[in-house]
């Protein structure tokens, strides 16, 4: 999780908070998968799913592309690669969420996992982190 503050300084980068779109709060994530808050807060402890503090109130969200199955599974993994590389949480996020016209799928590395890309995701993330 980050403590970052998620506005542009001016740049012409966008915000984590816009770059990502659709976050779910801890509360939604428990719901949506049908466990405790403890649980998700587990999830992120453990680094299974990555959140951010969202928003003027600093929710505590995480990306709602996240809990798609086929991006789930791989997410893990992912985050391992990009971390061991030095990136943390929020960089993890925007390249994660930032589009990549380079990549086998037109979009994000994230719709690359969704499409069942994980190794060329891995390899790139690989090439970014080193």
């Given at each position: 999780?980050?403590?970052?503050?998620?506005?542009?300084?001016?740049?012409?980068?966008?915000?984590?908070?816009?770059?990502?779109?659709?976050?779910?709060?801890?509360?939604?994530?428990?719901?949506r998968?049908?466990?405790?808050?403890?649980?998700?807060?587990?999830?992120?402890?453990?680094?299974?799913?990555?959140?951010?503090?969202?928003?003027?109130?600093?929710?505590?969200?995480?990306?709602?592309?996240?809990?798609?199955?086929?991006?789930?599974?791989?997410?893990?993994?992912?985050?391992?690669?990009?971390?061991?590389?030095?990136?943390?949480?929020?960089?993890?996020?925007?390249?994660?969420?930032?589009?990549?016209?380079t990549?086998?799928?037109?979009?994000?590395?994230?719709?690359?996992?969704?499409?069942?890309?994980?190794?060329?995701?891995?390899?790139?993330?690989?090439?970014?982190?080193?």
């Open positions: 999780m980050t403590d970052q503050p998620d506005q542009t300084d001016g740049s012409a980068e966008p915000s984590l908070e816009t770059l990502v779109g659709s976050w779910l709060t801890v509360p939604d994530v428990a719901e998968l049908g466990i405790a808050l403890s649980a998700v807060r587990r999830l992120i402890e453990d680094r299974e799913l990555l959140s951010a503090r969202i928003g003027e109130r600093r929710i505590v969200s995480v990306p709602e592309q996240f809990l798609e199955e086929d991006v789930f599974r791989h997410l893990r993994g992912t985050f391992t690669v990009l971390a061991d590389g030095g990136l943390g949480d929020d960089e993890i996020l925007r390249w994660l969420f930032t589009p990549d016209p990549l086998r799928v037109p979009g994000t590395p994230v719709d690359n996992l969704a499409a069942g890309f994980k190794t060329e995701v891995r390899r790139r993330a690989m090439e970014q982190a080193f």
